[in-house]
């Protein structure tokens, strides 16, 4: 298989799914990202990309994300268009969307299917802001909260399929769009994250026993 994965900061989310496919030979993984961090790993393909400017320094403050993305977006375009010139055509593009990275891809591969990782979508009440009930929440920053879905409700159309680590942040985005969104942990390396034999952690304090 052919596989697109795209996340500004390599490798994002897709530290042990990215090393997992490249170990079959019968796959060729292209990894898609702004920053590298000087990491590699073995049988994934880096091509990175860099946005042409900054948003505009006079936009209107709520749709200086929107910009962002777009001009995101577009430099992920620009280079997997050079991709598909050389010849290459992804069986399925997963990735993150959640700064405008997937906006033009199934405009340049309306078949692949496309599958986006919907980690967050902005409220003004109960999340990231106004989550208790004493929070004040302006009307200024309550109305750039809500302009800064947009270019996330343009991702949720053009995935074929998406998900999200918890429920919680499933139920976070538009009933009309949940029943495109599926609920997948982003797990936990058990290898490296367990106990050390012999190792005790006991908290006298509260008597607790983490050993």
Request: aromatic residues 12%; proline residues 6%.
């Amino acid at each position: 298989m052919n596989i697109l994965i795209f996340h500004p900061s390599y490798p994002g989310q897709y530290l042990y799914l990215a090393q997992h496919l490249a170990k079959d030979p019968k796959n060729r993984v292209v990894f898609v990202a702004k920053t590298s961090n000087g990491r590699h790993f073995p049988g994934v393909e880096l091509v990175l990309y860099a946005p042409s400017r900054g948003a505009t320094a006079q936009i209107h403050p709520y749709l200086q994300p929107s910009e962002e993305a777009v001009l995101e977006g577009q430099a992920v375009f620009r280079t997997v268009r050079e991709l598909k010139e050389q010849g290459f055509v992804p069986d399925v593009m997963i990735g993150h969307t959640g700064w405008g990275s997937s906006l033009f891809l199934k405009d340049l591969y309306p078949n692949v299917p496309l599958i986006g990782y919907f980690e967050w979508y902005y409220h003004a009440r109960g999340a990231d802001t106004g989550y208790w009930e004493t929070d004040f929440v302006s009307t200024n920053d309550m109305l750039g909260i809500r302009m800064r879905n947009i270019f996330h409700l343009s991702n949720l159309v053009s995935c074929d399929l998406g998900y999200c680590p918890m429920r919680w942040q499933k139920q976070q985005f538009p009933s009309e769009f949940q029943s495109k969104l599926e609920v997948v942990h982003e797990g936990v390396d058990t290898d490296f994250c367990s106990p050390e034999k012999g190792t005790k952690m006991v908290l006298d304090d509260i008597g607790l026993d983490l050993s």
